[in-house]
Nanobody, 125 residues
Framework: QVQLVESGGGLVQAGGSLRLSCAASGYIFSGYTMAWFRQAPGKEREFVARINWSGVATYAIYADSVKGRFTSSKDNDKNTMYLQMNSLKPEDTAVYYC????????????????WGQGTQVTVSS
């Protein structure tokens, strides 16, 4: 069983930055795909970023809406994934969720089996 706990959300002005953390515990290893999703009120959960394991190294994939502004990284020693969010926009306001899966490595939220409780990010204009 994998437990995921997000932290780091908050209120920030447009143009500002936040760094989210996702601490993982339980049976999890470097080969898991870990991902960030977000869900704004009245909208579907959407993919933000994921970190995949190629068998040799990790690499990150980003949604077009955050590419160039967000950076995801992973510290295997700490079992923690990060999402550095820069140049934040009001449309980035959402609850941000961390997800992990041992077998799936794509961007569809339906296929992730492990989720955190979410952390609220609010960007004011």
């Amino acid at each position: 069983q994998v437990q995921l706990v997000e932290s780091g959300g908050g209120l920030v002005q447009a143009g500002g930055s936040l760094r989210l953390s996702c601490a993982a515990s339980g049976y999890i290893f470097s080969g898991y795909t870990m991902a960030w999703f977000r869900q704004a009120p009245g909208k579907e959960r959407e993919f933000v970023a994921r970190i995949n394991w190629s068998g040799v190294a990790t690499y990150a994939i980003y949604a077009d809406s955050v590419k160039g502004r967000f950076t995801s990284s992973k510290d295997n020693d700490k079992n923690t994934m990060y999402l550095q969010m820069n140049s934040l926009k009001p449309e980035d306001t959402a609850v941000y969720y961390c997800a992990a899966d041992a077998h799936y490595n794509g961007s569809s939220h339906e296929n992730y089996n492990n989720w955190g409780q979410g952390t609220q990010v609010t960007v004011s204009s």
